[in-house]
């Protein structure tokens, strides 16, 4: 016979006891998760805060402990980084209110006007750039608006030229690079919105522009806001497309790039300022109670 000491002494099932402890079952859920939050991402960002305080050696170009603001300062005082951080903020901006202009129309045309294989050619070609590498699409731009690329063909005999490696072409390449962060959200929340308010509005007299602004804007305001979030700050931190397309013009991310070597904790400091940003611009959404509906 078998005795029943044998089943009292034969160990539990892990899934047994964690059912039994509700907060042993929650640590083991979030363990690994917490892990890369806390152990990697906040980590790191507070060693490169910790790092922007410190300083440089001008003999030896070796990064010594300490504490200065001096790298902080430099951002406002020195003429070259402040403008490269008000003209990185700018084209973040005009590559977020582009995207925003170019998804609205697009997405409700998708949503409530194209044809189901029209629709499905749009949304491949949307989500186009999605496929390919970064470097492949900063690329693609760069040759259409090289001085005998694409556009110079197209528009030459017009008496149109290529506008050339500058602001312009970098604010074309993030649009292009980040357009479908804003698309797809906004083209979900137009599919969502019943035809029947479409029909209302147009017994009441009102025509497309106005319904859209005064009906379907509203409406989309957390998806708008969403994809604001992405275009964003995505481009605030982008420096592949200006040192490519944009010529001279540097951003952020160049700054970074070029001290990242010779002066740490200045580029540490500049790495600040998106962060600063992207936070204001999340505050400022905040308080229009946008991110509520998210």
Request: charged share 10%; aromatic share 12%.
């Amino acid at each position: 016979m078998i005795s029943t000491s044998s089943f009292e002494t034969r160990p539990k099932p892990l899934s047994s006891a964690l059912h039994r402890h509700p907060r042993g079952r929650l640590a083991s859920l979030l363990a690994l998760p917490m892990v890369w939050l806390v152990g990697v991402y906040i980590l790191s960002l507070a060693l490169m805060l910790l790092t922007a305080f410190w300083v440089t050696d001008p003999f030896t170009s070796k990064v010594k402990p300490g504490f200065t603001l001096d790298n902080f300062a430099s951002i406002f005082t020195v003429p070259a980084y402040f403008a490269a951080a008000a003209r990185t903020l700018g084209i973040a901006l005009a590559v977020t209110l582009i995207c925003a202009v170019l998804a609205v129309p697009l997405a409700i045309f998708m949503a409530k006007v194209a044809r189901p294989w029209l629709r499905a050619v749009l949304a491949i070609a949307v989500t186009l750039p999605l496929w390919a590498g970064y470097l492949v699409k900063i690329l693609s731009i760069r040759i259409v608006f090289s001085d005998t690329g694409f556009f110079t063909w197209l528009f030459g005999p017009l008496g149109i030229e290529s506008p050339g490696y500058g602001v312009v072409v970098t604010v074309i390449a993030l649009v292009y690079l980040w357009f479908p962060y804003m698309a797809i959200p906004v083209y979900t929340a137009v599919a969502q919105i019943p035809v029947n308010l479409f029909d209302a509005s147009s017994d009441l007299g009102a025509k497309g522009l106005r319904t859209i602004t005064t009906v379907v804007v509203p409406l989309l305001k957390p998806a708008l806001i969403a994809g604001s979030i992405f275009t964003f700050s995505l481009s605030l931190g982008d420096y592949i497309a200006a040192k490519f397309v944009g010529g001279s013009t540097q951003m952020i991310g160049t700054i970074i790039a070029s001290n990242i070597n010779l002066n740490p904790p200045v580029a540490a400091a500049f790495s600040v300022v998106p962060i600063v940003l992207v936070l204001v611009y999340l505050l400022a959404v905040r308080r229009t109670g946008a991110l509520e509906n998210l």
